[in-house]
């Protein structure tokens, strides 16, 4: 049986791409996995409180994240991330995603950089909101 690949390309045609497909596809599934984590914090902190809350605590985490998400895309991309920045922090280069497009990314050079940079804002709201079970795990540890 003969092989379906054309014989005109040559066989290290797929090194030379500069995004992988596979790559950028499984990095929108995890952004899209972290941004569904955001209702189920939600709504194990409504658990732990009191019925008449609950809606308003989950809310909460929405606007949590969206609050984190506009910060991230003024300058937080820029401070975590910036190619020209000091050792422990970035400039304000990148500062409302300036230069941030399909150029390569500082991590991998398989996905675009704007990609990234939503992966990463969905990772910095999820963070934020995991902070509050840290803390009041160490406070029941305490006890």
């Known amino acids: 049986m003969e092989s379906t690949s054309n014989k005109n390309e040559p066989e290290d045609f797929h090194k030379n791409l500069v995004f992988i497909p596979g790559d950028i596809a499984w990095t929108l599934v995890c952004s899209a996995l972290v941004w569904l984590m955001v209702p189920g914090v939600g709504f194990f902190y409504s658990g732990l ?3 008449k809350s609950a809606l308003s605590l989950v809310s909460l985490c929405c606007w949590s994240i969206a609050v984190v998400s506009i910060q991230w895309f003024l300058f937080g991309y820029s401070l975590a991330f910036c190619k020209n920045g000091s050792a422990f922090i970035g ?4 500062a409302f995603l300036i230069n941030v497009g399909n ?5 991998n050079d398989k996905i675009p950089e704007i990609l990234f940079c939503i992966y990463q804002c969905m990772i910095a709201g999820a963070s934020s909101l995991t902070d509050p079970v840290i803390q009041l795990l160490f406070q029941m540890t305490s006890l």
């Open 103 to 107: 150029g390569q990314n500082p991590s």
């Open 49 to 51: 409180a009191r019925s």
């Open 91 to 94: 400039s304000f280069n990148n």
